[in-house]
């Protein structure tokens, strides 16, 4: 079992659950770069992790598609 930030999940990788390479986002992210991965037809993904920066990719969170569009639309 994984927990972050209240959130549960069970298994025993994150290889059975999502695919590579996975799309992430920083916690402190230009709006630009949001608008991009949103915009990816590529990729139908409702929600992406949200991690320390690029150099350190420690697990603090995860971002809903549906958040993100409410938060750079306003």
């Not at 209240?6 to 799309?23: A, D, I």
């Not at 986002?25 to 949200?50: M, Q, W, Y």
């Not at 920066?53 to 603090?60: N, P, Q, V, Y």
Request: charged letters at 25%; aromatic letters at 4%.
């Amino acid at each position: 079992m994984v927990a972050c930030d209240g959130h549960v999940w069970l298994g025993s990788s994150g290889r059975e659950v999502m695919s590579t390479p996975v799309t992430c986002l920083r916690r402190r992210e230009k709006v630009g770069v949001i608008v991009d991965v949103l915009s990816d037809t590529a990729s139908n993904h409702n929600g992406f992790p949200v991690v320390v920066s690029r150099d350190s990719e420690r697990l603090i969170g995860f971002a809903q598609r549906r958040e993100l569009i409410l938060a750079i639309s306003e």
